[in-house]
């Protein structure tokens, strides 16, 4: 799940928030997780991941079949299999913290279901590009996130995020069939605007939903967030995209 | 230990083989790939294994789409998960022996693609049903050939054939099932004879097509196969499904 040279700004956020921690970013689990509202965020944002780590284990399974090679197929499976690991850990995690897993994912299975029906690949490189994209935008945004985190929770929540090797085998592949064809190029530039654009949507579906989560992002609970940040947030992480887009090949 | 008298079931053969192994189960690997019909054989098999598991792997993440539950796909999803650990090994030791894994798999991916196009479940229990049976033929038969195997081998084999947890879990799903409406035993019972012609089918297809591997199995290089052990061989294995249906409440 992690991306080669996108994360500059991300990776500073979180960064400086490492550097010298402050409110909740200098707690753990234990001490943070007094304040309902607090732990009930972190459930949230566990579920979230859970589901999308679930739900991106099956996706690449399924773009298994489109593979043109064995050798691809066993790559795209071993992912698969490494998100199913990352699914392990979170769910893990949220019964040990007394949280039902089930119960926890439940609210976030339309809006990934949804997004992952939107956006069905249409042949193998479409399904590396959202690979790609997806991974590449959700990395971001959990990487943003966590610096505002409980040291326990930022600790799983950035192992989770550690690199399962998608990003170098999608981007050399890609790379290799723009090289072959250019008029992939362009197709290819249009899926990715797609998919940042259903990512967004499904995303505002999930603030407008889920109110402790919202409020974290906010700056209700955890420090540092205010409408403007998110606003600076959401700016970082378009950029970032569209950075990696170009490195791509791409027009974003 | 090649006698066909105390062959009476896999365990017994593989039971035997173990207490006192004799040719080639006596050797390790080094010393059995010394004879290069023995080392295309085991090569052969490991490929077929490997491809077994990789295709597993795919119909496992495919059924969790089935799944009525999130706690029942994140099952299924395990299972696969294990099935590509199994996939690794496997592959893993073809390299170490010098053989190109994807060159090995090649052979095998017509009759297992077959095997599963013609067997696609048309509903959960389908799956689940399918699960069972497909792994535990596959599980006796390789461990009856595993007990003709040089020991570097047969260790492998057997450590993949470890139970992922299909059994019991499939087992319980499918009485349940049965037990709230019984109509569901005879469509089931039909669904797994079929499962079985369609595996007798597509190994015919494989033994036909592999000499190595076939001259293995009928006693050509590692001892202790003849054409009536073969036979007696698939007796075993059937009553072995025999049983396990009835046991599952299916009559076979």
Same mark, same amino acid.
């Given at each position: 799940?992690?991306?080669?040279?996108?994360?500059?700004?991300?990776?500073?956020?979180?960064? =400086? $928030?490492?550097?010298?921690?402050?409110?909740?970013?200098?707690?753990?689990? !234990?001490?943070?997780? *007094? &304040? /309902? %509202?607090?732990?009930?965020?972190?459930?949230?944002?566990?579920?979230?991941?859970?589901?999308?780590?679930?739900?991106?284990?099956?996706?690449?399974?399924?773009?298994?079949?489109?593979?043109?090679?064995?050798?691809?197929?066993?790559?795209?499976?071993?992912?698969? =299999? $490494?998100?199913?690991?990352?699914?392990?850990?979170?769910?893990?995690?949220? !019964?040990?913290?007394? *949280? &039902? /897993? %089930?119960?926890?994912?439940?609210?976030?299975?339309?809006?990934?279901?949804?997004?992952?029906?939107?956006?069905?690949?249409?042949?193998?490189?479409?399904?590396?590009?959202?690979?790609?994209?997806?991974?590449?935008?959700?990395?971001?945004?959990?990487?943003?996130?966590? $610096?505002?985190?409980?040291?326990?929770?930022?600790?799983?929540?950035?192992?989770?995020?550690?690199?399962?090797?998608?990003?170098?085998?999608?981007?050399?592949?890609?790379?290799?069939?723009?090289?072959?064809?250019?008029?992939?190029?362009?197709?290819?530039?249009?899926?990715?605007?797609?998919?940042?654009?259903?990512?967004?949507?499904?995303?505002?579906?999930?603030?407008?939903?889920?109110? $402790?989560?919202?409020?974290?992002?906010?700056?209700?609970?955890?420090?540092?967030?205010?409408?403007?940040?998110?606003?600076?947030?959401?700016?970082?992480?378009?950029?970032?995209?569209?950075?990696?887009?170009?490195?791509?090949?791409?027009?974003?």
């Amino acid at each position: 799940m992690e991306t080669p040279d996108n994360a500059t700004d991300a990776a500073a956020a979180a960064d =400086s $928030a490492t550097e010298a921690p402050t409110g909740i970013a200098a707690q753990d689990w !234990a001490t943070a997780a *007094a &304040e /309902p %509202t607090y732990r009930a965020a972190v459930v949230d944002l566990l579920g979230a991941l859970a589901y999308g780590e679930l739900a991106a284990f099956e996706r690449l399974a399924e773009d298994a079949k489109l593979a043109p090679t064995l050798a691809d197929k066993a790559e795209l499976a071993k992912m698969a =299999s $490494a998100e199913f690991h990352h699914f392990e850990q979170l769910t893990g995690r949220l !019964a040990e913290i007394g *949280a &039902e /897993p %089930t119960e926890a994912m439940e609210p976030f299975v339309a809006a990934l279901d949804g997004f992952h029906r939107q956006t069905a690949p249409s042949d193998w490189l479409e399904g590396l590009v959202k690979a790609y994209v997806g991974d590449s935008i959700a990395s971001d945004f959990y990487r943003e996130v966590a $610096a505002r985190l409980d040291s326990d929770t930022r600790e799983l929540v950035l192992a989770v995020l550690d690199d399962t090797g998608h990003a170098s085998f999608a981007v050399e592949k890609v790379r290799a069939a723009i090289e072959a064809d250019p008029r992939v190029g362009g197709r290819l530039a249009l899926w990715a605007r797609r998919l940042m654009g259903e990512a967004l949507s499904q995303s505002q579906r999930v603030v407008a939903d889920r109110d $402790a989560l919202s409020t974290m992002l906010v700056g209700g609970v955890a420090d540092g967030f205010d409408l403007a940040e998110v606003g600076r947030m959401f700016s970082r992480i378009t950029e970032a995209h569209t950075k990696r887009m170009a490195a791509l090949g791409l027009a974003a």
